[in-house]
């Protein structure tokens, strides 16, 4: 967000809103993440098929053999009412639940049972919240009764009196995903429960953006587009005064309703509406899902994650792939013209790499009780930014892309306002006039654009495509979570549209940036979203965090957020490096700054935020040692472009994300599920930053396989937790036995419009800082078809070791090292050759471990850092 909120005026706000849903179905209309490869009438991949039994046939030869309705899914019933959901191979996914009876408003931990309810919501400052009031008690079934189908399986689920409470319907549309739809049945009853058993073996991740866990088992999850709010309390419950500025535990902007179970399976309920996942947290024996009908609800079966995330992302779509500048460190920059230019250049100066300049107050800013807020209007201001050309010209020229801002606000008293309200361009009330609120700048009155009109959406591209006739390269696509569920629009309901609307907002920023086609790397990101997101935005970002290291909303929600979104579709995930809201905590620290630096070098996007409060958050230049450290985090950052763009193609293809939860890399490990203060960099790097003020050090859990410090030489064999020394400008990093990262020469100062002053990739050409780590194999593909592999022929090793290159020993380097030549440390051996080849680790007169460089230039230079 960029507004700063004061909590004076947010207390005596007025303007409320109270909308309803009823069981409301999906609107008519809703666009799928990608339609080039899915079915709109199911959400099923176009061109798959149904898999093939594995087994010979005993019949004729000729005759081909009959698909297996389900792919090897087992759906049986026991006992005329439980039914349990296997995998192919017979691993109990869901496992059913008797029934019994449920007293008053007890939650029903049944297999299935439906209610006849309807949700209430009250929007302030856009957070929601649900009051429910229901009209009739729990039904729950008693009886289930199977009929098979030529592509699957039905089950009518009934009462004890044979009323049919619901359908279910079973299809497999591909191998390993298993498609339910539910139907509702003869009665009033809209709002369905699915329940089934839990263990004490059952651990589940997802759901988006979520901060305060990411192993939520023992929580009640409510997935519903919201604000996260200022801080975090750790319930859900809104009985505080001030519901509408704090946060709950589960609000989110990006709750995709979906997890990945410890048993092997992500399980998604297809819906735009909210969802309720009770997770092991009502009963210790058993789980359910909480749903409006009609819903699909999916399964896709690993039974690694790797594999269930694969086959979830080629339904609901896979990570776009961004251009290459997202990858490479963002610099913000306000206040008007000179001020941007001074700030480009005072980085250049500095020699700190860099490749995007971020400039929110393009349309305008001002300052305020609370801060610094900005203009309401969707184009430049001409009294900031008078020649907006000309600026962004020199930027280019100096290595920069420039960014600007957009939000669906339209303030009243805005050239906006005036420009679609009269055609009918504003979501409306009931009777037809503007829907208004109090906005998120506290004394505004406010709308938001009706963007499923034909009309408005014509005018918000056309605003961006100017924006992008000035220079812009690309936006912060900010909001979007606010729309009133009792708002009317063009193309529906605000209760069918409203998790659906940061979706349309996200089309219309993808077709703004894809219609120009003029050759420039061009991308948005966004913070909010759903269904669809992830194949729509370039990049997802944490959102307004604490300028703090509080846990309820600073810097430890960072780590939790980006694992829960890696699980959902989204991979190239930012910050704001040292956080955002000011409003109800002290600005940042110089100690906030350097430690939010260090993880924001080792995130997807590494990206600096002025804050609501920019005259007093610490920043980058205040003083020669924190331009020092912020200069050697971003070299960092910038020298594992190759690393980034790599793991980037890696989710566009399969779905598995840059940043991931140890949980999808070690499932079978228990102890990794609740880790929330640690992530892995790919399949071989764990980052485990320090985020509590005045430590110097902590504990990282290290799982199974040979570890070793980033920097150093130590080796540590896992399961183990190490005692990690970090000081303020440290970071611990490990990287595990068989990593291999690419990066580039600190030579490399931009990814955009490079020149000779301002070097970048074509003058590191295929030249490479190869880190390879011994202890197992393994292999790294840049995104360019570069390949790096390591062969560890032998398990153990001892005593000093020796180093060949193409066959050939090599002799120790010079002060000024020539290649071929080695640096040799009783840990290390640094190689300097050219390549591509293969380096060999030698003891006596055997081969320890092979090093292989493939593909490039054959005089490519090399820099080949061996760990042993």
């Known amino acids: 967000m960029h507004f700063a909120r004061s909590p004076l005026a947010a207390w005596i706000a007025l303007a409320t809103c109270a909308c309803s849903s009823s069981g409301a179905a999906p609107p008519a209309e809703v666009a799928t993440p990608d339609a080039a490869s899915v079915d709109s009438s199911d959400g099923a991949p176009a061109d798959t098929s149904i898999e093939a039994p594995k087994e010979a046939q005993a019949e004729a030869a000729d005759e081909p053999t009959p698909p297996e309705p389900l792919c090897g899914f087992q759906v049986t019933i026991t006992d005329g009412a439980k039914l349990t959901v296997r995998a192919p191979g017979g691993r109990a996914l869901l496992e059913g639940l008797a029934p019994k009876a449920i007293s008053g408003d007890a939650p029903p931990n049944v297999g299935f049972a439906v209610r006849d309810q309807t949700t209430d919501y009250q929007m302030m400052f856009g957070s929601f919240k649900p009051t429910v009031t ?75 953006a979520q901060t305060w866990d990411v192993d939520h088992r023992k929580q009640t999850v409510p997935t519903w587009v919201q604000e996260e709010g200022i801080g975090k309390i750790e319930t859900d419950t809104y009985d505080d005064l001030l519901w509408y500025l704090g946060g709950r535990r589960h609000s989110s902007h990006l709750p995709i309703p979906q997890y990945l179970s410890r048993r092997g399976y992500i399980l998604t309920t297809e819906t735009q509406g909210r969802s309720i996942f009770a997770l092991c947290s009502e009963q210790d024996d058993a789980a359910r899902v909480e749903v409006d009908l009609p819903v699909a609800i999916h399964l896709f079966d690993g039974p690694a994650p790797a594999q269930a995330i694969e086959r979830a992302t080629a339904t609901f779509g896979r990570p776009r792939m961004p251009p290459r500048l997202a990858f490479a460190p963002w610099l913000d920059a306000i206040y008007g013209t000179s001020s941007v230019l001074a700030i480009a250049q005072k980085a250049r100066d500095a020699q700190i790499p860099a490749s995007v300049i971020w400039t929110e107050d393009w349309r305008g800013g001002h300052a305020s009780m609370t801060g610094y807020d ?25 290595g920069y892309a420039f960014f600007v801002y957009f939000n669906p606000f339209i303030f009243q008293g805005s ?21 208004t609120f109090q906005g998120a700048s506290v004394v505004s009155t406010t709308s938001m654009l009706d963007i499923t009109h034909p009309g408005a959406r014509a005018w918000a591209v056309g605003k961006m495509k100017a924006a992008i006739a000035l220079g812009a390269d690309g936006w912060m696509a900010d909001f979007a979570e606010w729309l009133p569920t009792d708002a009317v629009l063009h193309g529906g309901k605000g209760i069918d549209l409203h998790n659906h609307y ?46 703090d290291m509080q846990r309820d909303d600073g810097l430890p929600v960072i780590i939790p957020i980006g694992i829960g979104l890696g699980l959902v579709g989204v991979s190239t995930y930012g910050h704001d490096i040292a956080g955002y809201n000011s409003t109800m905590n002290a600005a940042a620290t110089k100690e906030v700054f350097f430690r939010w630096t260090e993880l924001g070098a080792w995130s997807p996007v590494m990206r600096t935020h002025h804050g609501n409060a920019p005259d007093k958050n610490w920043s980058w230049g205040k003083d020669s040692e924190t331009t020092a450290h912020f200069r050697r985090y971003a070299q960092l950052h910038m020298a594992l472009v190759p690393y980034w763009e790599g793991l980037a193609k890696i989710a566009s293809t399969t779905g598995m994300p840059i940043w991931r939860g140890m949980a999808l890399q070690f499932p079978e490990d228990a102890a990794v599920w609740p880790i929330d203060d640690q992530v892995m960099v790919g399949d071989g790097v764990i980052v485990a930053p320090v985020q509590k003020p005045g430590e110097s050090s902590r504990s990282v859990y290290l799982p199974k396989g040979l570890w070793y410090t980033w920097e150093g030489e130590d080796a540590i064999g896992g399961p183990a937790k190490a005692n990690a020394d970090a000081p303020v400008g440290e970071i611990p990093v490990y990287a595990r036995g068989g990593a291999v990262v690419p990066m580039y020469p600190e030579s490399v100062l931009t990814v955009f419009h490079e020149s000779q002053g301002v070097p970048g990739p074509t003058a590191a050409g295929d030249d490479r800082v190869v880190q390879a780590f011994l202890g197992d194999d393994g292999e790294f593909v840049e995104a360019s078809g570069l390949r790096y592999a390591i062969e560890q022929v032998e398990a153990t090793w001892y005593g000093e ?30 190689l300097t050759v050219e390549g591509p080849g293969v380096a060999e680790v030698m003891s ?11 593909g490039g230039d054959a005089k490519r230079k090399l820099t080949v850092r061996i760990r042993h």
């Open 801 to 830: 070791l020796g180093f060949r290159w193409q066959g050939q020993g090599l002799g120790a380097c010079a002060a000024v090292p020539q290649a071929p030549c080695v640096t040799a440390t009783p840990h290390l051996g640094v």
């Open 502 to 547: 940061p979706v349309v907002w996200q089309e219309l920023s993808r077709e703004a940036i894809d219609s120009v086609n003029d050759g420039e790397p061009r991308m948005f990101f966004a913070r909010s979203g759903w269904f669809g997101t992830p194949a729509l935005a370039d990049s997802i970002w944490a959102g307004d965090q604490r300028t």
């Open 374 to 398: 900005l203009n309401e209007e969707w184009e430049v201001d001409p009294t900031l930014y008078p020649d907006m050309g000309a600026m962004t010209s020199q930027l280019h020229d100096s």
């Open 134 to 208: 229901t009209h009739g008690p729990w039904r729950v079934a008693a009886k289930l009764t199977e009929q098979s189908l030529p592509d699957g399986k039905r089950v009518d689920f009934a009462d004890d009196l044979g009323t049919v409470l619901g359908q279910l319907t079973f299809r497999c549309p591909e191998s390993g995903h298993l498609k339910v739809d539910i139907a509702s049945g003869q009665g009033p009853e809209h709002h369905f429960s699915w329940g089934f058993g839990c263990n004490a073996e059952d651990h589940f991740a997802g759901f988006g």
């Open 415 to 435: 050239k906006a306002w005036d420009e679609v309200e009269p055609k009918g361009w504003l979501i409306k009330n009931g009777n037809g006039d503007p829907y």
């Open 844 to 854: 006596g007169a055997a081969v320890v471990a092979r090093v292989r460089i493939e």
